[in-house]
């Protein structure tokens, strides 16, 4: 042990001699990084510290002033607890990697890393995200994977830059619909978490093209916008609910045929299919089309007009008609389109009550809607 912090007084102080840009410690068996390096401005000029494999619990509150031109920080796999505030001072900061830590919570002052464009948070105990990520206008990798989170903060939708999304192995219930207005977003990972029904508008973007939504076993439709896209639903669509499952409280459920029932957001107070004899939309569905439709056109609609839920939908409807693109928000009619026999080829989806659904805003749509030809 004695030798091995010999070798990093000897690595620090070459690094300060020599103006060194790059600076490695990783599997120095370090429980604080060494003083030479947190102490004055001896390595004011270092760009990338990788401090790998180590037992840090935790960093310096003056990081950010001896070492401000950090470009990157490599901290996976230590013993660390939290991060300090003061790390959003790294206003230099492009990758921040602390996966395999002990991570309970993320300072909100990560959202003051203006530069920032990869955040790795992987296997850590984090239960909850601070809604200020969503101010990382150039994040554009975001992995949270094999963590304790029960939903994700909708102010993502800020990361405007964001390409790809790494949430999988989480305890996550559902997926904000603010997420389909992620424009740059190319991949979607979310498999082994809880998931019962995704956004409805997911897919609609161009550049969405890889999701990943596996062993989700309660999640029994896939938005048929991502019918044309790559898609892992291995492993979904698979348990067997009871009567007493499908009639808890917090589940919004549409029962399709005699035993399957398939899951809808809390918002979605009505669901319909071909066989619903109702034309009419209901009086509350046709207000929301007024007033959302007035809003487009800068009509100021204020929180204080309308509750909560429904101001929401004002500004980001439920989804839109799969036929005729006009949004939807209370009320929409279903069609199922059974993955086991679009893939029968493969018979990957044998056992599975899973489906490919397309909605619709009318009992019109609904009975004009065809689904798009696949080339292979």
């Known amino acids: 042990m004695a030798a091995a912090v010999a070798d990093v007084h000897c690595i620090v102080t070459q690094a300060r001699q020599e103006r060194h840009l790059i600076l490695n410690l990783n599997y120095s068996h370090l429980s604080t990084l060494p003083p030479e390096l947190v102490q004055g401005e001896a390595l004011v000029f270092l760009e990338r510290l990788f401090v790998k494999r180590n037992v840090l619990v935790s960093l310096p509150f003056n990081i950010a002033e001896t070492l401000p031109n950090l470009v990157e920080l490599y901290l996976h796999s230590n013993n660390l607890v939290a991060l300090p505030d003061e790390i959003g001072n790294l206003l230099r900061l492009k990758s921040l990697d602390v996966s395999c830590n002990n991570l309970q919570v993320l300072t909100p002052a990560v959202g003051r890393l203006q530069v920032l464009q990869t955040l790795h948070l992987a296997n850590n105990d984090i239960s909850e995200l601070p809604s200020e990520l969503g101010q990382l206008k150039k994040l554009l990798t975001l ?3 094999l963590n304790r989170l029960t939903a994700l903060p909708r102010e993502l939708c800020g990361c405007e830059a964001l390409q790809c999304l790494m949430v999988d192995r989480n305890r996550l219930l559902s997926l904000p619909r603010e997420l389909v207005l992620l424009q740059r977003l190319s991949e979607l990972s979310a498999a082994r978490n809880q998931l019962t029904y995704l956004p409805a508008d997911l897919g609609c973007t161009d550049s ?17 916008n991502l019918w044309l896209k ?13 009567e007493e499952d499908d009639k808890t409280e917090h589940r919004n459920s549409f029962q399709y045929g005699k035993r ?7 918002e979605i107070r009505k669901v319909r299919d071909a066989t619903d004899p109702c034309h009419v939309s209901s009086l509350l569905e046709l207000s929301l089309r007024v007033v959302h439709i007035n809003h487009r056109q800068g009509v100021v609609v204020s929180k204080k007009d309308l509750p909560p839920d429904l101001y929401g939908l004002v500004t980001l409807p439920s989804g839109h008609c799969s036929q005729c693109c006009r949004p939807f928000f209370t009320q929409m009619y279903a069609k199922f389109y059974p993955v086991r026999e679009l ?10 009550e899973l489906f490919f659904l397309a909605s619709c805003c009318s009992k019109t749509c609904l009975l004009s809607y065809s689904l798009p030809v696949r080339f292979i």
Do not use: W
Not at 343 to 352: C, F, K, M, R, T
């Open 230 to 242: 790559v898609v892992g639903c291995n492993g979904c669509g698979l348990k067997r609910l009871s």
């Open 260 to 266: 399957t029932s398939v899951f809808f957001p809390p």
């Open 343 to 352: 893939d029968a080829e493969n018979n990957l989806h044998a056992g599975s």
């Open 208 to 224: 969405l093209q890889y999701v990943y939504v596996d062993k989700n076993a309660d999640l029994r439709t896939i938005p048929v």
């Open 143 to 145: 992995d949270v994977m």
